[in-house]
């Protein structure tokens, strides 16, 4: 059996130094953390409204400095009419120019974890409307390493439980081992 | 000098476990699934880096695995002060998968006795290929699934609900399986155990499930059945929920697999098995009866789930002698081929498939519809097998005279499929799905009696 764990120990040693020291490159680009919410077009006549839910509140509280907003609109405008839009009721900007897609810059602190998107016209044949919400992480004070001591017990918690999980296993294993 | 030869016989557990964790371990830094691993990479990032609430990104598999990944993640983190590498990261998100792995060897062994089982199992490159090289965790539930049914054989019904509880935290598809270990319960401890059994998995999945119960996690257990708006996310595709695979995405119109053959033969099956389910072999039959009619009618079959079966299969094979190991290598190989058109567009898989194959998007679907025509029809087959009901068939009497039919069915379905894919020519499909699928599954009948 010694012999064994000796072999199982060895091998994973020597492949866990392998992956540590050989080269890799990242699987994917760290710089940014991107959520969008995407909602159905409207034909507006008049006032039409989007009201989005699901939006994480750490993005207006501490991740707030690192964190860009665009929305996208796409639809033409029909020619010589306008459109207003509106973010929780801020106003962000009026449209004139008829085009296929629109993507406006969104002030931060104008959207919250409930973030409501107005536009007001009299004729707007708007097909989707989208909140793309970027962080650029390496801006941001990673969580884990102010608190590192926390993540070092919680591992060592874990693989004390692990080995005695280990251990409870291996008596598992043996009888059978002693019938094969 | 002669070196001596070694003896199957002789070779202990141990030592297959041994050499089973040492491939797996050396091939996994240097492998991953595509877009998978990376998004189980994504989620301890944001958790970590960025305390962003994770769950919602994974809200279409129950919590167990977003804990593995986070339980995973700190071993990184600690090793990434000194030295970020990402093959390391492959590594240690796969550590939970391979132990799966070897754990599940050992039930199997448990189960069958026979070594032969355990190796096919530890050593199979499908295996190996699905856990340790792409990163896929469906291993995990397997497993637990597998313990609830080894407990329950044991009379340990306590335990065995605590596992298939884990199971669901897991992945749904256990769900399914549920009526099937309470029947055998009923039959076998008794009105009183059951229902303790049926209370411990329910407080058990109440817990696991917990974090969907927060108020700001809770419509993401939902989100896509009440017909919320959609929500998409760079890098993780999670704009479905546990509740949405669970009645497999039952709002899709065209999901006729489900309606029209899943539900009525999963209806038949269930009410069948409450006289049908009395002992272990019937239990394991049934549990490999839904799995198969999950794989021809799931409307997102991806080439991993076959995991899932595998063990069942295993046991199946070893006591009773009534699934061919022909059936299950060629599920096998149809889902290797899957798993290289994996990003050719959906993964749809099903005998109703081609009737709507112009629903389906991508740049090679021919070859994808194709290898899921042919993994359905082996799926059948095997299901057939495993009924019963292939061993009255004979088709023909000789061996030769079946596989050559077989050869030719598959051959022309194939051809025919590829060719005249996305065409009007609504008479092919019918003619594959109404003759050559017949003659492929009828071809293993008699050599299976």
Redesign the interface.
């Known amino acids: 059996?010694r012999h064994?764990i000796l072999?199982?120990v060895a091998?994973?040693a020597i492949?866990?130094a392998?992956?540590?020291?050989?080269p890799?490159?990242?699987?994917?680009p760290?710089n940014q953390?991107?959520?969008?919410?995407?909602?159905?077009g409207k034909n507006i006549n008049g006032t039409a409204t989007?009201t989005?839910?699901?939006i994480?509140?750490?993005?207006f509280s501490?991740?707030s400095n690192a964190t860009t907003i665009k929305l996208t609109i796409t639809g033409n405008l029909t020619n010589s009419q306008q459109g207003s839009v509106y973010i929780n009721n801020y106003f962000l900007e009026t449209l004139k120019v008829s085009q296929s897609v629109y993507v406006l810059n969104v002030p931060v602190e104008f959207c919250s974890s409930t973030t409501t998107i107005k536009i007001t016209s009299q004729e707007w044949d708007v097909k989707s409307v989208d909140l793309l919400i970027s962080?650029d992480?390496p801006q941001?004070p990673?969580?884990?390493k102010q608190n590192l001591w926390i993540?070092?017990l919680?591992?060592l918690v874990?693989i004390l439980i692990m080995g005695v999980s280990a251990r409870k296993?291996l008596k598992?294993?043996e009888p059978?081992?002693n019938?094969? | 000098m002669r070196v001596p030869a070694i003896k199957f016989s002789k070779v202990t557990l141990g030592y297959m476990l041994a050499i089973a964790w040492v491939v797996s371990i050396a091939l996994s830094p240097f492998f991953r699934h595509p877009s998978d691993v990376p998004t189980w990479k994504f989620l301890g990032e944001i958790t970590f880096n960025l305390r962003i609430n994770p769950l919602p990104y994974t809200s279409f598999y129950g919590s167990c695995w977003l804990f593995t990944i986070l339980s995973s993640y700190p071993t990184y983190l600690i090793v990434s002060l000194f030295r970020a590498s990402d093959l390391f990261l492959n590594l240690i998100l796969k550590v939970p998968i391979i132990v799966g792995d070897l754990i599940v060897g050992v039930v199997l062994f448990k189960f069958t006795k026979s070594k032969l089982v355990t190796a096919m199992w530890l050593f199979n490159p499908f295996v190996i290929f699905v856990s340790a090289i792409q990163g896929q965790f469906d291993v995990l539930p397997t497993l637990f699934v597998l313990l609830a049914t080894y407990f329950l054989l044991q009379r340990k019904n306590l335990a065995s609900a605590v596992s298939l509880a884990i199971g669901i935290g897991f992945k749904i598809f256990p769900v399914f399986l549920l009526p099937f270990f309470i029947i055998f319960s009923l039959k076998n401890l008794g009105r009183k155990a059951t229902l303790k059994y049926v209370i411990v998995l329910v407080a058990v999945v109440a817990v696991l499930f917990a974090p969907f119960f927060l108020p700001q996690n809770f419509k993401y257990l939902f989100e896509g059945l009440s017909d919320l708006p959609q929500r998409s996310v760079a890098y993780v595709g999670s704009s479905v929920s546990y509740i949405e695979y669970l009645t497999l995405q039952l709002h899709f119109l065209s999901n006729y697999n489900f309606l029209y053959v899943f539900i009525p033969l999963y209806l038949a099956l269930f009410f069948v098995s409450k006289k049908f389910v009395k002992d272990f072999n019937t239990l394991n039959l049934s549990i490999i009866v839904v799995l198969l009619l999950l794989f021809v009618t799931y409307n997102t079959m991806h080439p991993q789930f076959l995991i899932w079966i595998l063990p069942f299969l295993f046991i199946e094979y070893e006591r009773n002698k009534r699934v061919p190991v022909v059936l299950v290598s060629a599920l096998w190989i149809w889902m290797l081929v899957w798993i290289f058109s994996w990003n050719l567009g959906s993964w749809v898989v099903g005998p109703l498939e081609p009737f709507f194959a112009n629903a389906s998007t991508g740049a090679n679907n021919q070859l994808l519809l194709v290898s899921s025509m042919n993994f359905s029809a082996y799926a059948f087959a095997c299901l057939a097998s495993v009924t019963g009901l292939l061993r009255r068939v004979k088709l023909a009497s000789s061996k030769r005279v079946r596989y050559l039919i077989l050869s030719v069915s598959t051959l022309l379905m194939d051809l025919l499929l590829y060719l005249f894919y996305g065409s009007s020519m609504i008479f092919i499909p019918v003619l594959c799905f109404g003759l050559f699928f017949p003659l492929i599954v009828l071809s293993f009948g008699e050599g299976n009696s």
Request: net charge negative; hydrophobic share 50%.
């Open positions: 059996m064994k072999l199982v091998v994973t492949i866990v392998l992956s540590i020291v050989l890799s490159k990242p699987d994917l760290t953390g991107m959520t969008h919410f995407t909602r159905n989007w989005i839910t699901e994480d509140p750490a993005y501490y991740l962080v992480i941001v990673t969580w884990w993540i070092a919680g591992l874990e296993v598992w294993i059978s081992e019938t094969s």
